[in-house]
């Protein structure tokens, strides 16, 4: 299937799960409970994730349970030539909206991307080999190209397709928590 028809559809189903707010959050509790109890969550110490949309599987409750933890959590800004930089945030960083309506912080140091422990990667599609669909624009495929700290998505089964080929720049997440019976797949 065509990329772009999925990220379509993968758009469609997250705006349509997110009008029913109570199953989306019970979905959000299964997945985060799995990611919490994994030993890529222990071992980690410094956290990368996104700010995510309203429509997307929500990050802030990840984000307060590492800084209580005492975990240190960096958050990206979008850089010239589709580049990711890093920054480390805490419960008093300020946001602003990138071009693309993500919240990015204003402040805070960067983070080298060996410091990186663990990245939760964004994505609207997840193949059950680790691939994923995004938004696009490629941002997080040429991060990750060089990436050493794990990688794992959190994806709702509505965000499941195995029906489509990753092309040649496509990064896999290392790990996919969801909600299924399955539960999660694992690729290392």
Same mark, same amino acid.
């Given at each position: 299937m065509?990329?772009?028809?999925?990220?379509?559809?993968?758009?469609?189903?997250?705006? !349509?799960?997110?009008?029913?707010?109570?199953?989306?959050?019970?979905?959000? *509790? /299964?997945?985060?409970?799995?990611?919490?109890?994994?030993?890529?969550?222990?071992?980690? *110490?410094?956290?990368?994730?996104?700010?995510?949309?309203?429509?997307?599987? !929500?990050? /802030?409750?990840?984000m307060d349970k590492a800084l209580q933890e005492g975990k240190k959590v960096a958050v990206p800004k979008t850089l010239p030539n589709r580049q990711l930089g890093f920054y480390e945030v805490d419960e008093n960083t300020t946001y602003q909206f990138s071009n693309f309506g993500i919240e990015e912080p204003l402040s805070g140091g960067i983070v080298n991307k060996e410091n990186i422990d663990?990245?939760?990667?964004p994505g609207l599609i997840f193949s059950k080999s680790g691939y994923r669909i995004g938004f696009g624009k490629g941002y997080y495929d040429r991060f990750l190209e060089d990436f050493s700290g794990k990688t794992c998505g959190l994806?709702?089964?509505? /965000?499941?397709?195995?029906?489509? /080929?990753?092309? !040649?720049?496509?990064?896999?997440?290392?790990?996919?928590?969801?909600?299924?019976l399955e539960r999660s797949f694992v690729y290392e």
């Amino acid at each position: 299937m065509d990329k772009e028809l999925l990220r379509e559809k993968g758009m469609q189903r997250l705006k !349509n799960l997110a009008e029913h707010l109570d199953q989306k959050q019970k979905k959000e *509790k /299964q997945i985060t409970t799995l990611l919490f109890h994994s030993q890529l969550w222990k071992e980690a *110490k410094t956290i990368a994730m996104v700010r995510s949309q309203s429509f997307e599987f !929500n990050t /802030q409750p990840i984000m307060d349970k590492a800084l209580q933890e005492g975990k240190k959590v960096a958050v990206p800004k979008t850089l010239p030539n589709r580049q990711l930089g890093f920054y480390e945030v805490d419960e008093n960083t300020t946001y602003q909206f990138s071009n693309f309506g993500i919240e990015e912080p204003l402040s805070g140091g960067i983070v080298n991307k060996e410091n990186i422990d663990l990245m939760l990667v964004p994505g609207l599609i997840f193949s059950k080999s680790g691939y994923r669909i995004g938004f696009g624009k490629g941002y997080y495929d040429r991060f990750l190209e060089d990436f050493s700290g794990k990688t794992c998505g959190l994806a709702f089964a509505e /965000q499941l397709n195995n029906d489509w /080929q990753p092309e !040649n720049f496509d990064q896999p997440v290392s790990r996919v928590y969801t909600d299924t019976l399955e539960r999660s797949f694992v690729y290392e």
